[in-house]
């Protein structure tokens, strides 16, 4: 055999050895939304071999339109990291997709779907922290795909690579038939800092592409249906010196301002890794971030704060300057309290309580995820379930109502008229739209009437 044809059977071996091997196929396909998550949605894989980084995507399953992307890199990737960006995407939309490049092949086309435009609209979402690669890891993975939310928070502590960095590919692999199709959005545990391999937030930076500028390590904020979605990265921010800690409250502050500014927003959710009020055994309250962050929750009436950390399940009471302002196990009022839940029993092992302090509402040692669920005009609703679908418990948060339309003090006839020249209007961000349905219609013109005089 000449030497030329021995080459070119080598060639042809590791050619067909690649493909059969499937070095250039997409995996760990996982979404989260783009900057504005009503017109823009970020998409990631990995692959064994360089290829280039080409979403296909439409409105039906013959797709139709494309986009590239680029490659990421870090100093320990397991192998090529590509991220690309939908924009200019028309909201609430069914979109079909494909990642991969023509040479090597695409993944099979799955769908997502864009948030709406700012409006109240019933939706669901779910979260949980602490998640890692166990059984029951993959359990409550299953657990969230089942409910098909619109999107899924992750309270922190993801993979539990620890600087072994195949484990992200194993976690990856693992959550993708939920990330292909449901926006995962991440903030930031102390597990994602690994520091056993000195590389910091740099792995878990190159993996998920979140909104916004990133300043601060994934501090980001994003609006779905008439609620505030605010990323804060509780571990960076106790990582860093007290100027760390200045320049990220300042931060929170705007981003709660912001929102409470703005005539769309009705709810204000604040999701992180660590807790600010807890009984786990070794840990209990978290005094640093009591004193740095408490207070603005408190002025901003943020009204959930959803946070992981601590392996098990524990739910406050409505707090306002760190004590209960009621002990209603189900039923709460908006902007009486803050309610913070921690539900760090994503899958990985759990933690044992000390003394029950008196802002804990219920704990349980148990895995858990958050089914939230919001319905214009009615409620607010959190369940919070066991990894085998059990109810831990399930309480309801209704609506605080300001029919003082014009924000002049006074409920009177300038509030009745307005609402009147509004009647029958449709679409979010109306004050005449009191309770937040949506329409302007009889319940707020009720509404309006009960309250009339008051304040006045
Ligand atoms: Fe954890
Ligand atoms: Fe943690």
Partial sequence: MGAYRRIWLLTGWIFCLGFASGQGIPRQVRLAYGDNPTNSIRIMWQTDQATATVVEYGETPALGSVAYGHQVTYSLQTGILHEATLTNLQPDTLYYYRVGDPQN?????????????????????????????TAVSRQNTQNVIHLNPAFHLHLGDISYANGNQPIWDTYLNQVEPLTRHIPMMITLGNHEWEDEVGIGYEAVLARFAMPGEDTYYVNYVFDYGDVRFIAFNSDWYQRGGSAVR???????QNALSDARANPCIRWVIVFQHHPLFGSEARRGYNQTLINGLQPLFDQYRVDLVLQGHDHFYERTYPLRNSTPVSTAM??????????????????????????????????????????ISLQPGESLTVEARRADNTLIERFVILPSFNADVNRDGCVDDTDLLAVLFDFGATGGCMPTDINGNGSVGDEDLLILLFEFGTGC
């Fill in 246 to 252: 200045g320049a990220m409250r300042q931060w929170l």
């Fill in 105 to 133: 092949g695409f993944s099979p086309v799955y769908t997502f779907r864009t948030a709406p435009s700012p409006r109240p609209v019933p939706f669901l979402f779910t979260a949980f922290g602490d998640h890692g690669t």
């Fill in 330 to 371: 189900d039923l709460y009022h908006q902007g009486e309290g803050t309610i913070y839940i921690t539900c760090g029993g994503g899958g990985v092992s759990l933690y044992t309580f000390g003394a029950l302090p008196p802002t804990t509402a219920y704990r349980e040692s148990t895995h858990c995820y958050l089914a």
